[in-house]
């Protein structure tokens, strides 16, 4: 949301009006929570970077598997290859139908 508010420093000179620089302020903020730095706007509403995540995650998982697929058409193999990538070892080891188990190092002592 925009709003306009007075930003007076109380200068001490004869006041200018809307020629003094500091007449009037813009602020833009947030339509969800009130916060000033309200740099996206979507759907004519103007939302700080925190609400417009939640509000992409909120139509993300309003989609249909068959939507997300479509949508990440293009993307889709760099998509696969960073999550399997920033999966953990034992996640990668499930995908690849690897069975592998952890050295044990007592099995060695003699």
């Not at 500091?22 to 103007?46: L, M, P, Q, T």
């Amino acid at each position: 949301m925009l709003r306009r508010e007075s930003d007076c420093v109380d200068c001490g000179l004869p006041c200018w009006g809307k020629l003094c620089p500091h007449w009037e302020r813009v602020y833009f903020g947030c339509d969800s929570c009130g916060n000033e730095d309200a740099i996206y706007h979507i759907d004519d509403g103007d939302y700080c970077e925190d609400c417009a995540k939640e509000l992409m995650n909120g139509e993300w998982f309003a989609k249909t598997n068959e939507q997300k697929a479509k949508a990440l058409q293009d993307d889709y193999e760099e998509c696969l290859d960073s999550f399997f990538v920033n999966s953990d070892l034992e996640t990668q080891a499930k995908y690849l139908d690897v069975d592998f188990s952890e050295v044990d190092y007592n099995e060695y002592d003699e």
